[in-house]
C-alpha cells in the first residue's frame, strides 16, 4: 500500500491571515502563527505538517495565492 | 522510512503554484476576499489556455477597479458599468481576441443594467463574470441591488426592505431567458470544490468564444467579509446559509 | 448630398473600424447613411446601432483602445448623455472621434438646429481638467472633410476629436467632393503605429493598461499637468481659422459654423453700406483662434460675436481681447435662425453706434 504524502510552503510575507486555507484543510494540518508578518498579519503555516496529504484545498481557497503545494506517494511501513 | 518534510518539498513533487500570469503586486483585497480567488483562478485558466497573447480584460469600478495590476495581460479599465459596452467595442473590432468582462453587482446589476442585458441580447461574443455579494464594497458597504431583504448595509442598516428599496435582483435568471446567451451559470468560490467547479465554468467561458454562439455569463456568489462584518470563515457560513436559498448554483442555461 | 450623408461616406472612404451610434434628430441619417453602404462588405468596417448614447461612446472607447479608427455621432441630448464616457476618453488619453449635430436646448428643447453646445464642447461637458479637439464645419463639403481631419489630430495627440455640427449643416444639401478610398489600418500596421493599444500581450512588451485610475496624489498631478502639456501644444500648434476682409475692417463679425455662413452675406450687406467690416471664422474651436484675433486689434474698434446661442463663444472673443475693444454678442436661440439683416442690425446698435 502507498499513501500521499504532502507537504506546503506558504509565502508568509503575502499571506494576510484570513484562515480560509485553515478551514478548507480536510486533515487540520494549517494553523496561524503567533508572529505576525511585515503587514501584521498572523500567517498561516504547517502546524501539524505530518498529516497533509498535498490535497490542495487550502491552494484553492487562497485568495492571495500564497500556496505552494508538493505532494508525493510514499510507501506504508508494513 | 520515514519522509521528512524536505524530501517532499522538491520541484518533481510540484502539484499546485502560483499562475506565473499573477504579478507579484501584492492584492490589496481585504483578507478573505473572494475576489482574490477568483482573479487567481482567471489567471491560471488563461495560461492553462495559453491565451495570454490571445485575451483582453476589461475591468469595472469597484473593489476590482485594479485588477489589471495582478494579471499580465492587456487590459481596459472601464466607466461604472460599462464594461459590457467596451466589451462589445472590443470583440467587434477584434473578434479575433478573447474578451471578457469582470464587475461587481452595483456595476454590472444597478448602474450598467442596460449594457449588460443589451450584451447578452446582442449575444456578445465575450465572457461576463459577475461577482455578487450582496454589497458595495469599494465605497463602505451599501446596498447593492442584490442586497437581500432584510440584509443590513450602510444606506439600509435596519435591513433591506423591500416596500422602501425594492427587491433583490437576480440578474443572471435575468439573462438567461435572453436568446443571445449561451452559457449562463452561478457558482461561488468558498470551497475547494466550489473553485474546481468555477474553474471549469471560466475554461468554458473562454473556450466557448472560439465557437462565436452567443455570450457566456458567470455569476459568482461571493462574500465580502468586511462589508458584513464577519471573519472570512463566518461569512462563508452566512453566504451559504442565507446567500445561496436565494441565489442557487449550478447551470442554468448551456446551449 | 447633405451633410449628415457626407460625414458617413467620409468615414468610410478614410478607412474608420468602426461606428457606434443611437438615433436621434437631426443626425440620424449619419447612420442610416452607413447601413445603407454596408461598408462592412467593402472595406471590413463595423457598424452599430447600440441600445444608448452611453453604450455608443464606451464600444468607441473599447474599439479606441484597441488603437482603432472608432467614431460616434449624435444630436445634443444624446452627447449630453456621453459626456461620462468623453471624460473617460480624455483621462485614459484615446483617441477616437464624435459628431454632435446640434439642436437648441436646453432639455429635450427643439430638434431645429442651435449652436449652444458650446461650452460642453469646448470648455468640458464632463469631470475634470480636460479638452476635446473640436472642429467646426460651415459646409458639407467640411463635413466630409473634417472625419479624416479629426481622425488624424485623434491619433497625433491621443485624445477625442469632436466635430461641433448643427442642424443646419447636418440637413443642408450641397455638392461635395469625397477623397478617394484608403485602406483601414491592418492589426499588425496598429500594432507599429499605437504601440499603447490593447491587442493582446506578446511575451515582448509589458502589458498594456488603458485606465484613467491613478490613486496616486502626486502621480496623478504629474499626468494632469502632462494633459495640459498636451492642450497648450495644441494651442500652439493646432489652431485652424478663416478671415475674409480682416485686413482693414473696423469692426470684426466672430462666427463659426452656420452662424459664418449667415455673417458672409451680413458681412457683403455691411461693406455694401460702406461699413469696413470683417469676418473671423474660427474652425478649432478649441485650440482658440485666440492669437488670431489679438492680432486684429490694431485696428478693429469692435468685435460682434454672432452665435445661435445666448452668448458662449463670446467669452473666448472676451478673453483673447482682453478689454481692448467692445465685445457684443448677438444670435437667435430656441431653433431661431438669425438672419444676415439682422446681424447687421445687431452690429449698428451694439458695437457701432453702442
Same mark, same amino acid.
Not at chain 3, 188 to 199: K, V
Given at each position: 500500500?502507498?499513501?500521499?504524502?504532502?507537504?506546503?510552503?506558504?509565502?508568509?510575507?503575502?499571506?494576510?491571515?484570513?484562515?480560509?486555507?485553515?478551514? &478548507?484543510?480536510?486533515?487540520?494540518?494549517?494553523?496561524?502563527?503567533?508572529?505576525?508578518?511585515?503587514?501584521?498579519?498572523?500567517?498561516?503555516?504547517?502546524?501539524?505538517?505530518?498529516?497533509?496529504?498535498?490535497?490542495?484545498?487550502? &491552494?484553492?481557497?487562497?485568495?492571495?495565492?500564497?500556496i505552494t503545494v508538493y505532494r508525493m506517494k510514499v510507501a506504508e511501513p508494513a | 522510512m520515514e519522509v521528512s518534510i524536505k524530501d517532499i518539498i522538491k520541484p518533481e513533487n510540484l502539484v499546485y503554484q502560483k499562475s506565473s500570469l499573477l504579478t507579484e503586486k501584492p492584492m490589496?483585497?481585504?483578507?478573505?476576499?473572494?475576489?482574490?480567488?477568483?482573479?487567481?483562478?482567471?489567471?491560471?485558466? #488563461?495560461?492553462?489556455?495559453?491565451?495570454?497573447?490571445?485575451?483582453?480584460?476589461?475591468?469595472?469600478?469597484?473593489?476590482?477597479?485594479?485588477?489589471?495590476n495582478y494579471i499580465d495581460i492587456d487590459w481596459q479599465e472601464a466607466a461604472h458599468g460599462r464594461a459590457p459596452a467596451l466589451g462589445t467595442g472590443i470583440k467587434r473590432l477584434r473578434p479575433d481576441k478573447y474578451v471578457f468582462t469582470y464587475q461587481g453587482d452595483g456595476d454590472?446589476?444597478?448602474?450598467?443594467?442596460?449594457?449588460?442585458?443589451?450584451?447578452?441580447?446582442?449575444?456578445?461574443?465575450?465572457?461576463?463574470?459577475?461577482?455578487?455579494?450582496? #454589497?458595495?464594497?469599494?465605497?463602505?458597504?451599501?446596498?447593492?441591488?442584490?442586497?437581500?431583504?432584510?440584509?443590513?448595509?450602510?444606506?439600509?442598516?435596519?435591513?433591506?426592505?423591500?416596500?422602501?428599496?425594492?427587491?433583490?435582483?437576480?440578474?443572471?435568471?435575468?439573462?438567461?431567458?435572453?436568446?443571445?446567451?449561451?452559457?449562463?451559470?452561478?457558482?461561488?468560490?468558498?470551497?475547494?470544490?466550489?473553485?474546481?467547479?468555477?474553474?471549469?465554468?471560466?475554461?468554458?467561458?473562454?473556450?466557448?468564444?472560439?465557437?462565436?454562439?452567443?455570450?457566456?455569463? #458567470?455569476?459568482?456568489?461571493?462574500?465580502?467579509?468586511?462589508?458584513?462584518?464577519?471573519?472570512?470563515?463566518?461569512?462563508?457560513?452566512?453566504?451559504?446559509?442565507?446567500?445561496?436559498?436565494?441565489?442557487?448554483?449550478?447551470?442554468?442555461?448551456?446551449? | 448630398?447633405?451633410?449628415?450623408?457626407?460625414?458617413?461616406?467620409?468615414?468610410?472612404?478614410?478607412?474608420?473600424?468602426?461606428?457606434?451610434?443611437?438615433?436621434?434628430?437631426?443626425?440620424?441619417?449619419?447612420?442610416?447613411?452607413?447601413?445603407?453602404?454596408?461598408?462592412?462588405?467593402?472595406?471590413?468596417?463595423?457598424?452599430?446601432?447600440?441600445? !444608448?448614447?452611453?453604450?455608443?461612446?464606451?464600444?468607441?472607447?473599447?474599439?479606441?483602445?484597441?488603437?482603432?479608427?472608432?467614431?460616434?455621432? !449624435?444630436?445634443?441630448?444624446?452627447?449630453?448623455?456621453?459626456?461620462?464616457?468623453?471624460?473617460?476618453?480624455?483621462?485614459?488619453?484615446?483617441?477616437?472621434?464624435?459628431?454632435?449635430?446640434?439642436?437648441?436646448?436646453?432639455?429635450?428643447?427643439?430638434?431645429?438646429?442651435?449652436?449652444?453646445?458650446?461650452?460642453?464642447?469646448?470648455?468640458?461637458?464632463?469631470?475634470?481638467?480636460?479638452?476635446?479637439?473640436?472642429?467646426?464645419?460651415?459646409?458639407?463639403?467640411?463635413?466630409?472633410?473634417?472625419?479624416?481631419?479629426?481622425?488624424?489630430?485623434?491619433?497625433?495627440?491621443?485624445?477625442?476629436?469632436?466635430?461641433?455640427?448643427?442642424?443646419?449643416?447636418?440637413?443642408?444639401?450641397?455638392?461635395?467632393?469625397?477623397?478617394?478610398?484608403?485602406?483601414?489600418?491592418?492589426?499588425?500596421?496598429?500594432?507599429?503605429?499605437?504601440?499603447?493599444?490593447?491587442?493582446?500581450?506578446?511575451?515582448?512588451?509589458?502589458?498594456? /493598461?488603458?485606465?484613467?485610475?491613478?490613486?496616486?496624489?502626486?502621480?496623478?498631478?504629474?499626468?494632469?499637468?502632462?494633459?495640459?502639456?498636451?492642450?497648450?501644444?495644441?494651442?500652439?500648434?493646432?489652431?485652424?481659422?478663416?478671415?475674409?476682409?480682416?485686413?482693414?475692417?473696423?469692426?470684426?463679425?466672430?462666427?463659426?459654423?452656420?452662424?459664418?455662413?449667415?455673417?458672409?452675406?451680413?458681412?457683403?450687406?455691411?461693406?455694401?453700406?460702406?461699413?469696413?467690416?470683417?469676418?473671423?471664422?474660427? /474652425?478649432?474651436?478649441?485650440?482658440?483662434?485666440?492669437?488670431?484675433?489679438?492680432?486684429?486689434?490694431?485696428?478693429?474698434?469692435?468685435?460682434? !460675436?454672432?452665435?445661435?446661442?445666448?452668448?458662449?463663444?463670446?467669452?473666448?472673443?472676451?478673453?483673447?481681447?482682453?478689454?481692448?475693444?467692445?465685445?457684443?454678442?448677438f444670435g437667435r436661440v430656441g431653433g431661431v435662425v438669425h438672419s444676415p439683416e439682422e446681424v447687421v442690425e445687431a452690429l449698428e446698435r451694439k458695437i457701432i453706434g453702442g
Open positions: 500500500m502507498a499513501k500521499m504524502k504532502g507537504a506546503i510552503v506558504v509565502d508568509m510575507v503575502s499571506c494576510k491571515g484570513c484562515s480560509l486555507c485553515v478551514e &478548507a484543510c480536510p486533515t487540520q494540518v494549517i494553523g496561524l502563527a503567533d508572529e505576525v508578518n511585515a503587514k501584521g498579519y498572523n500567517y498561516a503555516y504547517m502546524v501539524n505538517p505530518e498529516a497533509c496529504t498535498g490535497c490542495s484545498n487550502c &491552494a484553492m481557497v487562497c485568495p492571495d495565492s500564497c | 490589496h483585497y481585504c483578507p478573505g476576499c473572494t475576489h482574490g480567488v477568483v482573479n487567481r483562478l482567471i489567471a491560471e485558466v #488563461i495560461e492553462e489556455l495559453g491565451l495570454q497573447q490571445e485575451t483582453i480584460g476589461v475591468t469595472p469600478v469597484g473593489c476590482s477597479v485594479l485588477l489589471y454590472l446589476a444597478a448602474i450598467g443594467t442596460a449594457e449588460t442585458i443589451h450584451a447578452c441580447n446582442r449575444g456578445e461574443n465575450i465572457l461576463m463574470v459577475f461577482i455578487n455579494n450582496g #454589497i458595495y464594497g469599494m465605497t463602505g458597504g451599501q446596498m447593492a441591488p442584490t442586497t437581500l431583504e432584510g440584509m443590513a448595509a450602510s444606506t439600509c442598516p435596519f435591513g433591506r426592505d423591500p416596500e422602501r428599496d425594492g427587491n433583490p435582483l437576480r440578474m443572471t435568471e435575468i439573462v438567461a431567458t435572453l436568446p443571445g446567451t449561451r452559457y449562463v451559470t452561478r457558482q461561488a468560490a468558498h470551497t475547494a470544490g466550489a473553485v474546481r467547479k468555477l474553474k471549469k465554468a471560466l475554461i468554458k467561458g473562454f473556450n466557448n468564444q472560439k465557437e462565436n454562439k452567443g455570450t457566456s455569463f #458567470i455569476e459568482v456568489v461571493s462574500t465580502c467579509n468586511s462589508g458584513w462584518k464577519m471573519t472570512p470563515v463566518q461569512a462563508n457560513e452566512w453566504m451559504v446559509e442565507n446567500m445561496f436559498p436565494f441565489y442557487p448554483l449550478g447551470d442554468i442555461k448551456d446551449k | 448630398m447633405k451633410g449628415n450623408e457626407a460625414i458617413a461616406e467620409a468615414a468610410i472612404r478614410c478607412g474608420v473600424d468602426g461606428y457606434f451610434g443611437y438615433p436621434i434628430t437631426p443626425q440620424s441619417e449619419v447612420m442610416e447613411t452607413l447601413m445603407l453602404l454596408k461598408p462592412w462588405e467593402t472595406t471590413g468596417m463595423v457598424v452599430l446601432q447600440a441600445e !444608448s448614447e452611453i453604450a455608443s461612446i464606451n464600444m468607441v472607447y473599447g474599439g479606441a483602445g484597441c488603437g482603432k479608427k472608432v467614431m460616434t455621432s !449624435s444630436s445634443s441630448p444624446g452627447v449630453s448623455l456621453m459626456q461620462e464616457g468623453l471624460t473617460y476618453l480624455a483621462g485614459a488619453e484615446l483617441p477616437c472621434v464624435v459628431v454632435n449635430v446640434v439642436r437648441g436646448g436646453p432639455g429635450l428643447g427643439t430638434i431645429q438646429p442651435a449652436q449652444s453646445d458650446y461650452f460642453q464642447s469646448v470648455k468640458g461637458g464632463g469631470h475634470g481638467d480636460y479638452k476635446l479637439i473640436v472642429l467646426a464645419p460651415a459646409s458639407v463639403q467640411e463635413m466630409a472633410d473634417f472625419v479624416e481631419l479629426a481622425f488624424d489630430l485623434a491619433f497625433k495627440y491621443r485624445n477625442p476629436a469632436l466635430i461641433l455640427s448643427d442642424g443646419m449643416i447636418g440637413q443642408m444639401m450641397e455638392k461635395v467632393e469625397l477623397k478617394p478610398y484608403k485602406n483601414r489600418w491592418t492589426n499588425e500596421e496598429i500594432d507599429q503605429l499605437h504601440p499603447w493599444a490593447t491587442t493582446g500581450k506578446p511575451a515582448e512588451r509589458e502589458r498594456n /493598461i488603458i485606465t484613467s485610475v491613478e490613486l496616486d496624489p502626486n502621480a496623478f498631478e504629474r499626468f494632469n499637468h502632462k494633459l495640459q502639456d498636451k492642450y497648450r501644444k495644441m494651442q500652439e500648434e493646432e489652431v485652424r481659422c478663416e478671415q475674409f476682409n480682416c485686413e482693414d475692417a473696423d469692426y470684426l463679425l466672430v462666427a463659426y459654423g452656420s452662424s459664418a455662413r449667415i455673417c458672409q452675406k451680413a458681412m457683403e450687406l455691411a461693406r455694401a453700406k460702406g461699413l469696413k467690416v470683417g469676418l473671423l471664422r474660427p /474652425i478649432t474651436l478649441f485650440p482658440y483662434p485666440t492669437r488670431e484675433i489679438q492680432a486684429l486689434l490694431g485696428h478693429v474698434k469692435g468685435i460682434l !460675436s454672432v452665435e445661435l446661442s445666448e452668448g458662449q463663444m463670446v467669452e473666448d472673443v472676451r478673453l483673447a481681447v482682453d478689454g481692448k475693444v467692445k465685445v457684443e454678442h
